[in-house]
């Protein structure tokens, strides 16, 4: 059974900075673009960051370049959110997807994903 599990959200200051962890078990991750996406509260769900399954290509939202940075570890079959200078505006629940065989930015624009994690909530406050 596919199954994507997140960690490491939790409350930091502003300016503070987190490492999330998506963990994938049940099928074969290098063929899989993943990506992070977020949903605040009465917000639409954004993507936030992705990268390609093939050559390592990234996508990442205006919101988050120079702060963020997504990596994979093939070898763990996981993949990482460095999150850097945080803001209030980046609380959220954050999510891991994964999609066959796609690129980072054509899953940066997609709604639906072959496979979700159940979110880790991230929140940015003094």
């Known amino acids: 059974q596919a199954q994507l599990v997140e960690s490491g959200g939790g409350l930091v200051q502003p300016g503070g900075s987190l490492r999330l962890s998506c963990a994938a078990s049940?099928?074969?991750?290098?063929?899989?673009?993943i990506g992070w996406f977020r949903q605040a509260p009465g917000k639409e769900r954004e993507a936030v960051a992705c990268?390609?399954?093939?050559?390592?290509?990234?996508y990442y939202a205006d919101s988050v370049k120079g702060r963020f940075t997504i990596a994979r570890d093939n070898a763990k079959n996981t993949v990482y959110l460095q999150m850097n200078s945080l803001k209030p505006e980046d609380t959220a629940v954050y999510y891991c997807?994964?999609?066959?065989?796609?690129?980072?930015?054509?899953?940066?624009?997609?709604?639906?994903?072959?496979?979700w994690g159940q979110g880790t909530q991230v929140t940015v406050s003094s």
């Open positions: 997807a994964a999609d066959l065989l796609t690129t980072a930015q054509a899953m940066g624009l997609m709604t639906a994903h072959d496979y």
């Open positions: 049940g099928f074969t991750p290098q063929y899989y673009a």
């Open positions: 990268m390609s399954s093939s050559d390592g290509s990234t």
